[in-house]
């Protein structure tokens, strides 16, 4: 525990020497990122120690706040959490010193780096605070500080829209989170989490509900979403990676810590996560394919990814509800492990998307092609990404959505209609998200990387430097590792579900070694694999040895000279999918087309704005605020009103506390 | 392990290549055509792997690396599917996600394949491939479900090895819908009519063989032989889902054969007599077998 409290500490100090260091760039980083690198190597070996030896170990400090204590503790479940955040951060602190260097002398780097820690101090202490107060201040703290990294490019109109779309859509998430703490104290008189007693009927229902909305709002369940295709392609591409990589799961670990605080589940709960879980998954791939900003793209793939790790927190919501034990194990199983596999693929290809911007300079995917040339290892790390990302074997993403599958099929498919919202929400759901994941995904490599540059952009393009190759290799090596490791790694997951679950540890441990048994055919297939693949590569090899190998240009029906601008664009390639789902993304086109035999002018242009922010919170946000114009009078600039309204209000305080 | 869990994929990799001769042939019957000989797939293989190669300069080491994997993943795929009432060689639960999953690795590698030339002609093939995909996975999975439901069994071994007749009447519509589907997928995944048509003459209108342009020599060959394995795959799941077992190995395995080649007449029939759809009305046919699959799931979860 006291090695925790250090990394806390020196991911403090670190934060603070970069702050002072202000616009020397060099102190800066070295302060800022060894901070977040020497912390997060400190702290997170408890985290290891918790999940494999299950010593719980805690913290608790008296505090003069009511109902405050400075109670932390990492719990199986808090390693979950912990142990991505600190290794996702790291690696992405490396990256930024390379990615940052660019912007010296042009921008406060002390100011970004600070806030950079503040960010990954406030994400840790969330996820071991074992209080109600210092949870909320620790979520404020990890609010805030992302604020001041959205609005990095403050002179850019977009960057400040984007932060300010954020900023209040994390407090309104916020004002959820006060109410649902404030009512657990009501009921137990405590803040303190081991000392909550559970809470049965109507009230935990309510609780429920505003658990999803408050932390939905983090996680970006549809349609709270709207923020995350706003704030992730504004912040630069390391904050970006951890935002979307580890900053939204904590949205779902306080929805799972809610749970555990709010008795045996009724089954509406879970149908309500799988129901989030599916349209979240499925309408945020639509929106990523119709993207053409790959950063964008990514955000709208992170709604997807929360999706399913909705449907399997579910399933395993579902299971505790009927008591079924392959469901609760293998869909807590399931989604813990997505989280750990996104945060790694996912923040793997927001720095390639960073390593993309930086060295062409536009994120717009018709604009790029042919980097594989100019950019060889940020292509190798970006397609291992793309493959994980797809949930394609042999690689992590395969085997954490295999698992989320697995339990539905051992033990989801029983009589019963109302079983079809389970089964078609997580195997109809998760077939169609795969398939479009890998539509998308095959655009956002294929455009972005194969073809001919279709730019002047991507002509110019080169290869990153080694601080940002080196965290991108690493990332994808990870991705290997989690999916050849997958049946070893799933055994970890016992004591944290046992945590969630409440199941005896055998129940537990027998599903994870049956689970574990069949991941391991898994990765005898993925190993027949690679054999296969090396040893058609040397047959090919044999076969064309002294037979003519040509170069020439592409077919084009005997057309011999074309040019890169008659390649498929991303646009064309989405197209026929995004008019299929019409009905959800309800694009914008304007397009002249050519006419006559010598066209002149011709142009095409989409725009697939976010329909729930379009429809749903930007005519609510224009009627609230028609309706507090209309109190505008009591706002006239004459201070001495202003000194009534306090001396009146203080008044009535006065008289309601004599009463 | 035992021996005989070897003869189906032998006689996979062996036999695959008949299945277009045979289709080609029931084509040519229809058109009142001598037709092609039914080996005339194998002699093409052999002619593909004796020639040298043309790479266009657009592509990049992704380009030569897609063929090797689609061929790979097929390979690897005939140790999950059972036929005629042996095993597969590798069986657990689950291993229905793991096949459909692995024809989605190809699926990637022949887009990204496609894409690599930078040509627009293979864009477009490598566009449409992705669509159809999409919506065929969905019925394919929520179709095996039921199956899984029906048979009390979460590998396809146990899925496809249950078909008596004594279930049969217990069970008919069930299996029938979910066949129905199948169809409809296996006619999509392998790009044949009503979804493509596989000897159409122009770039604009294909999707399989418009991505495989520019691939020449063994890589073609390696394409075609995967495409051929594939089909083969797919038909015998097909083939579990409907035909009942006897219990004598030998019936058994030659009556599943036969009627993965009785599979592939009847798509020479509905190729003969079907106009290939409209690309715009493919999704279509597609929603209907997800609809059926559905509709099963429907029936075993009442």
């Known amino acids: 525990m006291s090695l925790l409290l250090w990394g806390l500490v020196i991911i403090f100090v670190g934060g603070l020497a970069s702050l002072i260091s202000g616009r020397r760039a060099g102190l800066a980083s070295f302060f800022g990122a060894m901070g977040a690198v020497a912390g997060s190597i400190t702290a997170v070996i408890p985290a290891f120690k918790v999940l494999l030896y299950g010593i719980t170990e805690s913290f608790r400090l008296n505090w003069s706040i009511p109902f405050g204590s400075f109670f932390i503790q990492i719990d199986p479940l808090s390693a979950v959490f912990l142990i991505p955040i600190l290794c996702l951060s790291a690696v992405a602190a490396v990256y930024g010193v390379g990615y940052l260097w660019a912007c010296r002398g042009k921008k406060n780097l002390g100011l970004a780096w600070f806030f950079y820690d503040l960010l990954l101090l406030g994400m840790v202490l969330v996820v071991v605070a074992k209080n109600g107060i210092l949870f909320l201040l620790a979520w404020e703290i990890m609010s805030l500080a992302p604020f001041f990294l959205i609005i990095f490019d403050d002179e850019k109109e977009e960057a400040r829209d984007a932060g300010w779309t954020y900023l209040v859509a994390t407090h309104i998430g916020m004002v959820f989170l006060l109410v649902f703490f404030i009512i657990l104290t009501g009921q137990n008189g405590s803040m303190d989490f081991d000392r909550i007693g559970v809470i049965d009927g109507g009230i935990a229902s309510f609780l429920f509900v505003l658990a999803v909305v408050g932390f939905g709002t983090k996680a970006g369940f549809m349609p709270l979403h709207v923020w995350l295709p706003e704030a992730h392609p504004a912040a630069p591409s390391h904050v970006s990676a951890v935002m979307s990589g580890v900053m939204i799961k904590i949205g779902i670990y306080g929805l799972i810590r809610a749970i555990t605080f709010l008795g045996h589940p009724p089954l509406w709960w879970a149908w309500i996560l799988i129901v989030i879980g599916a349209s979240s998954g499925v309408v945020g791939v639509l929106f990523a394919l119709a993207q053409h900003d790959l950063k964008r793209l990514l955000a709208y793939h992170s709604v997807e990814n929360i999706g399913i790790i909705a449907l399997g927190l579910g399933i395993g919501v579902l299971g505790i509800s009927t008591g079924l034990p392959a469901l609760a194990v293998f869909g807590f199983a399931g989604c813990f492990f997505h989280i750990i596999n996104h945060a790694i693929f996912k923040g793997l290809l927001f720095l390639g998307a960073g390593a993309v911007l930086h060295s062409s300079g536009t994120l717009e995917i018709d604009h790029l092609g042919g980097l594989i040339k100019r950019m060889p290892w940020t292509a190798v790390t970006f397609l291992v990404g793309a493959i994980a990302i797809s949930g394609l074997p042999p690689l992590n993403g395969f085997a954490s959505e295999f698992l989320i599958y697995l339990g539905v099929l051992k033990d989801g498919i029983s009589h019963g209609l109302v079983n079809i919202i389970p089964v078609l929400g997580v195997i109809g759901g998760l077939a169609l998200i795969g398939g479009l994941a890998a539509a998308c995904f095959t655009k956002a490599f294929g455009i972005v990387f194969l073809g001919q540059p279709r730019s002047k952009h991507s002509q110019q393009a080169h290869e990153v430097s080694i601080a940002m190759l080196l965290p991108m290799v690493t990332l994808a090596i990870l991705c290997v590792l989690l999916g050849v490791f997958s049946p070893l790694i799933i055994r970890v997951f016992g004591t944290a579900i046992s945590n969630v679950t409440l199941l005896p540890q055998e129940v537990i441990q027998g599903q994870l070694n049956a689970g574990s048994s069949i991941l391991s055919n898994v990765v005898i297939i993925s190993v027949l694999l690679v054999i296969l693949i090396c040893g058609l590569a040397l047959l090919r090899k044999w076969l064309l040895s002294g037979r003519g190998v040509e170069q020439t240009e592409t077919w084009g029906c005997g057309y011999a000279r074309p040019t890169a601008r008659m390649q498929y664009t991303a646009s064309s390639f989405a197209q026929p999918l995004v008019a299929l789902f019409r009905f959800f993304l309800r694009t914008d086109s304007r397009n002249l087309p050519p006419k006559g035999i010598f066209p002149d002018r011709a142009f095409l242009q989409t725009d697939t704005a976010d329909t729930s922010n379009k429809y749903l919170y930007r005519p609510l946000f224009k009627w609230i605020s028609f309706m507090l114009s209309k109190l505008e009078w009591i706002q006239h600039g004459r201070l001495q009103l202003y000194v009534l309204y306090i001396a009146l209000t203080l008044l009535m305080l006065l008289i309601w506390k004599a009463l | ?302």
């Open chain 2, 1 to 302: 392990m035992h021996i005989e869990k070897i003869i189906n994929p032998l006689l996979t990799l062996v036999l695959a290549p008949l299945l277009f001769g045979i289709i080609n042939r029931t084509k040519a019957l229809f058109a009142g055509r001598t037709g092609q000989p039914l080996l005339q797939s194998y002699y093409d293989l052999w002619k593909l792997f004796r020639k040298g190669a043309v790479y266009s300069k657009t592509t990049s080491w992704v380009f030569r690396l897609g063929p090797i994997v689609g061929l790979a993943v097929v390979i690897s795929a005939t140790a999950l599917v059972p036929s005629g009432g042996l095993p597969a060689i590798i069986a657990f639960d689950g291993d229905v996600i793991l096949f459909a999953y692995l024809f989605g690795l190809m699926r990637f590698f022949t887009v990204l394949t496609a894409l690599d030339t930078g040509s627009s002609f293979e864009g477009m093939g490598a566009s449409r491939e992705v669509m159809f995909s999409a919506l065929t996975e969905p019925a394919f999975l929520v179709g095996l479900a039921a199956i899984s439901k029906q048979t009390h069994s979460l590998s396809l071994t146990g899925m496809l090895a249950g078909a008596d007749t004594a279930l049969w009447s217990h069970i008919g519509p069930v299996q029938l819908l979910v066949a129905f589907s199948v169809f409809i997928v296996f006619l999509a995944e392998n790009s044949r009519m009503p979804v493509d048509d596989p000897n159409t003459h122009l770039e604009l209108t294909m999707i399989h063989e418009v991505m495989v342009l520019d691939n020449s020599g063994a890589d073609l060959g390696f394409i075609t032989y995967a495409a051929a394995i594939k089909m083969w795959l797919l038909s015998t799941v097909l083939v579990g889902i409907l035909v009942p077992h006897n219990g004598n190995a030998w019936i058994d395995i030659s009556t599943a054969v036969a009627a993965v080649f009785i599979l592939a007449v009847l798509v020479g029939v509905v190729e003969s007599s079907m106009a290939r759809l409209k690309l715009l009305h493919v999704p279509q046919i597609l929603f209907i077998a997800n609809a059926l699959s559905t509709l099963a799931l429907i029936l075993v979860l009442r």
